[in-house]
């Protein structure tokens, strides 16, 4: 063998460690840019499960919220089965005489058995944070809880109106 035959062998030999290398190289870039994309999509899958249970969450502390601005100010109770009536007979049997004093359209019916029931809602907790938003209604005012009594007899009295001096 020749000087120049070893000399070529030499730079084949470098020129296919040199490949072999480029080539292990490649793969491995593959399989870090795999994972990447890999970890990307589940990035991309908890940002849209928190998306959604943020949304849930929000709905339903606004749930919460109209059932406390409910109770506090309108005092409107879900259908129970003790209200709903057979027949019209039923419903006249309800009907109670005119007021002297009422006007001919108002028309005032009861029913028996209206009570106040807890409404049954979890308190809302965020399952990210673990605080409450905005479930309470405030109840600085000293009033006492309302109920059907309280709401009934609030809602029954007329408070005079104060004349304002000039």
Known sequence: MTRDRLHSIGWAAVLLACLALTLALTFRVNAVKSQVRLTERQIVAVRQDKLLLETEFETRANQQQLRSLN??????QAPTAEQYLAGERQLAML???????????IRVASAAGLGDEDSGF????????GKAMAAEAPRDDGRKPVTAATLAKRLGEVEPREERSQ
């Open 71 to 76: 109770d506090v100010e309108f005092g409107y």
């Open 95 to 105: 009907g109670k005489p005119r007021a002297p004093d009422a006007p001919s359209p």
């Open 122 to 129: 979890p308190a809302m907790v965020s399952p990210l944070t």
